[in-house]
């Protein structure tokens, strides 16, 4: 049996850097368990946090991935758009370049994520405040016995 899933979860704002949400994601769709094999899209309604995944093991690969960022698109370039603060048309370019979603492969009812892999908000500005992600599910239900 086709399934549909969609939730749409507000997360707590969070300082600029990757935060986990793999858990804030899941624990909002505790129908994935009857779902044999589909895919789940997470996506950001948002244009300046994006999501990606990444090594959820070593805090220290969070910390490169910032900086590196920030190496890549510094807040001194002459940006243009520059009404909203130093740190706004930065976290767009850095949004872009990560994405706006990510798919992961349902199985048996659970994410197929590698073992240090994990769902990450990756915020870009100093005070980005709540976000919204909407989480869909598409799969083929679980066989009854």
């Known amino acids: 049996m086709s399934h549909w899933i969609q939730r749409e979860i507000v997360l707590p704002a969070c300082s600029r850097g990757f935060h986990l949400i793999t858990r804030h994601v899941l624990d909002a769709v505790p129908e994935l368990a009857s779902v044999d094999v589909g895919l789940m899209h997470v996506f950001i309604l948002h244009t300046s946090a994006s999501l990606t995944i990444n090594e959820n093991a070593d805090p220290d690969v969070l910390v490169d991935m910032e900086s590196s960022l920030n190496a890549i698109v510094p807040e ?31 199985r048996q009812g659970k994410p197929v994520l590698g073992i240090w892999q994990g769902i990450y908000l990756c915020e870009h500005r100093d005070h980005g405040g709540r976000r919204r992600i909407v989480i869909t599910i598409q799969g083929e239900g679980r066989s009854q016995g």
């Open 76 to 106: 001194n370039f002459p940006y243009v758009h520059t009404c909203e603060g130093p740190d706004d048309m930065p976290a767009h370019v850095k949004s872009s370049l990560m994405g706006a979603s990510v798919i992961v492969p349902v």
